[in-house]
Every structure is written in C-alpha cells, then in structure tokens.
C-alpha cells in the first residue's frame, strides 16, 4: 500500500476544531445516509435549524466545492463516490447529525454541494461515502471550520476545499496493522479519529507526541512491517516519513494537542464517531 504523500498534505487550509458527538444510533450511521437524506434534511431541517442550532438565524444558500482526495494516495477519489455536507451541531447536544445537502464525486475528485443554507456553530463535515454502502470507501468526515464560512454570503462560494476519502485497501491496512499490535476491534465498526500534527505552513512534524487519549497509534513511513509499528514494537511519537498521521481508534469527546519542543499547539475538542473517520489535524500555533 502506498503512504500518503506530503505534497496534497501541504495544500490543507484548515485546522482542527470539529466536534462531532457519537449518539446512540451512531453518528456514523447518519454520516452514511446522506444519499437518502440530502433531498429532505437539506430541505427541511436545513431551514428550520437555522434558527435553532444552526448558529444563527441568517439565512443563507452557499456553495462548497474542492476535490475529494484519496489519503493514502493523494490520487482524487473514485468518480460515483456520495459526499455531504454535514451539520454537526445537534450531536454536540445528544441529537443527531443533519445532512443539508449532497451529490456524487465528479471526475478527478471534483464536488460541488451547491444550497448549504445553515452555518453550523461547531463548523460542517464534508462526508465521503460508499452510496450503496458496499463496503469500497471507509466514511470520513473533513471538517470545515466555522471561520471559513463566518463571512460568507447568500449565493457565495467556499472552494479550494479538500475532502479526504479512506479506501477499502488503506482501511483493512488499518485494521491489519492495529491488530499486529494488540487492539482487538476493527476500524470500520470503531470509527476514529485521525489527523496530523503539522507546524503553521502544514509541514509534518516528526517526534511529536498527541495528547488527550491513552493509546495513539502513530503511522510510520513504512508498511512492510505495519503502519504503526517498527520491528514489531508500537510507535510512540509521530513520523515524518508518514505524514506525521496519528489515529485514535473510538475517540472519545474531549481535548485533544500535541507536545513537542519548540512549538506550541492548540487543545482542540473532537472526538469521532462508530463507522467513521473524522480527519482533523492538530496544527502548531
């Protein structure tokens, strides 16, 4: 398999600052519906949670629009793949996630989700899913923070924005390599939550540690001997070589940073949710 490359890494424009609540029925789940949800969340609930737990009572009707990225390839993710713009604000609360709109990955990775008529308070997720849920693409959600859409306006359009996709073959590498050392679940029940540790200009940071959970399983450059591990023993701070990516299997809620000498990073509050990669850096101040 093939790690990811620095360069698409380089070209990210946000920082992590999400938060995105697992509920009973699993917000990874509704992540998942937004194929069949975006014609009535997005007309419906979209309007009404304006006002409610859409941050505000603006209304609104802009565009997001990017590329969907491969993470392990950097190559754009299969045209036909579903992606939605996700309202995470009643999740925080106990609720659930509301899809206000979605489309399809065009070629070369292009979207374009045109009628998102809420800001959400605790930013958007920007989801790519298997429609048929057919098991090709792990879901992920790529935050867009609430800064990046604070001034937009009605008929405005945020775009440049990237969407990570995590492929059947980087998932089961995942999995593969977190079972070589010792965890017993699986990514694609678990969730997690993934991201980088990056300096201000979004180049990765080796030996650096992520704080806010236990265990972090931290990729390395080379997979012949698992992503997570070197000679068979756990990594334990992140690698250059390998993007500098951590994972969290079934992050909980909380604030999440990092430590490493000479720089000073932000504690964020993210979590993620069963079924699902949430992909948020953690980027130096």
């Not at 359009?157 to 699986?186: H, N, P």
């Not at 390395?220 to 756990?234: C, F, I, K, N, P």
Request: aromatic residues 8%; hydrophobic residues 35%; negative net charge.
């Amino acid at each position: 398999m093939k790690i990811i490359t620095l360069a698409a890494l380089a070209t990210l424009a946000f920082s992590a600052g999400c938060t995105n609540k697992p509920d009973d029925t699993g917000t990874g789940t509704n992540l998942g519906d937004g194929g069949t949800d975006g014609g009535t969340d997005g007309g419906t609930d979209g309007g009404t949670d304006t006002g409610t737990d859409g941050g505000g009572t603006e209304t609104v009707d802009f565009t997001l629009s990017g590329s969907a990225v491969d993470l392990a390839s950097s190559a754009p993710a299969a045209a036909g793949l579903c992606i939605a713009a996700i309202n995470p604000d009643g999740a925080v609360t106990g609720g659930d996630t509301v899809t206000m709109v979605s489309g399809k990955v065009g070629d070369n990775g292009a979207f374009s989700l045109a009628g998102v008529d809420t800001k959400p308070a605790f930013g958007i997720l920007v989801s790519v899913y298997d429609c048929a849920d057919a098991g090709s693409v792990l879901t992920t959600a790529t935050p867009v923070l609430p800064s990046q859409y604070t001034d937009v306006a009605s008929g405005g359009e945020i775009s440049g924005l990237t969407a990570f996709s995590v492929s059947q073959e980087y998932a089961d590498g995942m999995d593969a390599s977190l079972a070589a050392v010792g965890y017993t679940g699986s990514i694609w029940k678990d969730g997690g939550l993934m991201g980088g540790v990056w300096d201000s200009t979004y180049a990765p940071l080796g030996g650096a540690t992520v704080t806010g959970a236990t265990t972090v399983y931290y990729q390395d450059g080379d997979s012949s001997d698992g992503l997570y591990s070197t000679a068979g023993a756990l990594n334990t701070v992140t690698d250059a070589t390998g993007g500098a990516l951590f994972l969290i299997p079934a992050a909980g809620i909380g604030g999440y940073s990092a430590t490493l000498d000479g720089y000073t990073f932000p504690t964020n509050t993210m979590g993620s949710s069963p079924g699902s990669i949430v992909f948020a850096p953690v980027v130096a101040e």
